[in-house]
């Protein structure tokens, strides 16, 4: 998320172009999320950067959500920072399950990035970098605070997994 952030469609009437601000400068902050759609909780954490690092601190976020006693299966794509290895280590309390190629549409949390654009962070000019993590910060929290909507666009019936 970021200055140069993605404009995202908005209802208009047709044949009209509703004008959209969009941000010259380049500052930008990640943020990493992770949702279990069964208890509708999540944990997530906002970076400068996206590399393995970042994605390994995530991780240790995750660890320290999930509930004692039990595992998480985290579903990860192929992006660079999702690769296991010794920049990455892995909390013995989560497995990482990997997609398949170009499928984002297997992987829930996409629905979380779309809807967290689409409604709390597209067309949006900020003033500083700070703003931008406010920004993040804030969409996340909202987002959390509804549990019937984290339940709606994150579950999936294939990857309910019951012992």
């Known amino acids: 998320m970021g200055q140069q952030g993605t ?3 908005v209802w208009a009437p047709r ?3 509703p004008a959209a601000v969009r941000d010259n400068r380049h500052d930008s902050a990640w943020l990493f999320g992770a949702i279990c759609p069964d208890r509708a909780v999540g944990a997530a954490i906002i970076m400068p950067a996206v590399n393995s690092e970042a994605m ?9 959500q999930v509930a004692p006693g039990a595992h998480a299966i985290l579903v ?3 992006a660079g ?3 296991s290895g010794g920049r990455m280590p892995i909390p013995a309390n989560i497995s990482l399950l990997k997609l398949p190629s170009y499928a984002p549409e297997l992987n829930p949390i996409e629905n979380v990035w ?3 654009r689409g409604n709390k962070l ?15 910060k804030d969409a996340w929290n909202t987002l959390i605070d509804d549990t019937p909507r984290v339940r709606s666009i994150t579950h999936r019936c294939w990857a309910t ?3």
């Not at 390994?56 to 320290?64: D, G, K, M, T, V």
């Open 56 to 64: 390994a601190e995530h991780l240790r976020e995750i660890s320290q």
């Open 122 to 136: 597209s067309h949006r000019v900020w003033d500083s970098y700070d703003a931008i993590l406010a920004a993040c």
């Open 81 to 83: 920072w999702h690769q």
């Open 114 to 116: 779309e809807y967290l």
């Open 15 to 17: 044949g009209s172009r």
């Open 7 to 9: 404009l995202t469609y």
């Open 76 to 78: 990860c794509d192929g």
């Open 161 to 163: 997994v019951k012992i």
